[in-house]
T-cell receptor
């Protein structure tokens, strides 16, 4: 398993601003993932962040809107840029601790409200 | 492409009764199947998984799930529900195809409400 810490846990932001969410893991992991959970909805994968390479974005998500950093094997950031009310969501960081076990472990999430 | 369906938005059960939360899936290769639970204002907690072996898998908090390949289902069950089981439950699948795992794809979630 892994212990994942996300900051901030929640924030209220103004339209047009940007916010960076941090994700810290207590062990080295190869693959980190960022998910979005819109109000009352399921989780949607934004991108996969691997250390030492560019993040891989899913359809509908672009780097200019959601830039991701992965400077080392225990840390990643997701920035939500030029925010609008439609970006109000919970953003969750998750990690894959083993390519053989399959399950992901999740942080508590960062709840963003954009006014 | 892989997908997961949870046909019920909400399941209501009386405490002490058995519960079932339904899930069906579609993958190209061999499925890795998972159940997660989300309590209010919390992240996701892993409950159980099926990768291979016995079709009936047991997980945390007394939950179990049965893999049915012919029906492409992975329903979550518990013999006796507790009020504290009330939460949002997500079924998820990873496609194991060509020697590598795909991304984890989630169903829309089912809200379980257990009444005293």
């Amino acid at each position: 398993s892994a212990v994942i810490s996300q900051k901030p846990s929640r924030d209220i932001c103004q339209r047009g601003t940007s916010l960076t969410i941090q994700c810290q893991v207590d062990s080295q992991v190869t693959m980190m993932f960022w998910y979005r959970q819109q109000p009352g909805q399921s989780l949607t994968l934004i991108a996969t962040a691997n250390q030492g390479s560019e993040a891989t974005y899913e359809s509908g998500f672009v780097i200019d809107k959601f830039p991701i950093s992965r400077p080392n094997l225990t840390f990643s950031t997701l920035t939500v840029s030029n925010m609008s009310p439609e970006d109000s969501s919970i953003y969750l960081c998750s990690v894959d601790t083993s390519e053989y076990t399959g399950e992901l472990f999740f942080g508590e999430g960062s709840r963003l409200t954009v006014l | 492409a892989q997908s997961v369906a949870q046909p019920e938005d909400q399941v209501n059960v009386a405490e002490g009764n058995p519960l079932t939360v339904k899930c069906t899936y579609s993958v190209s290769g061999n499925p890795y199947l998972f159940w997660y639970v989300q309590y209010p204002n919390r992240g996701l907690q892993f409950l159980l998984k099926y990768i291979t072996g016995d079709n009936l898998v047991k997980g945390s908090y007394g939950f179990e799930a049965e893999f049915n390949k012919s029906q492409t289902s992975f329903h979550l069950k518990k013999p006796s529900a507790l009020v504290s089981d009330s939460a949002l439950y997500f079924c998820a699948v990873r496609d194991f195809y060509g020697g590598s795992q795909g991304n984890l794809i989630f169903g829309k979630g089912t809200k379980l409400s257990v009444k005293p």
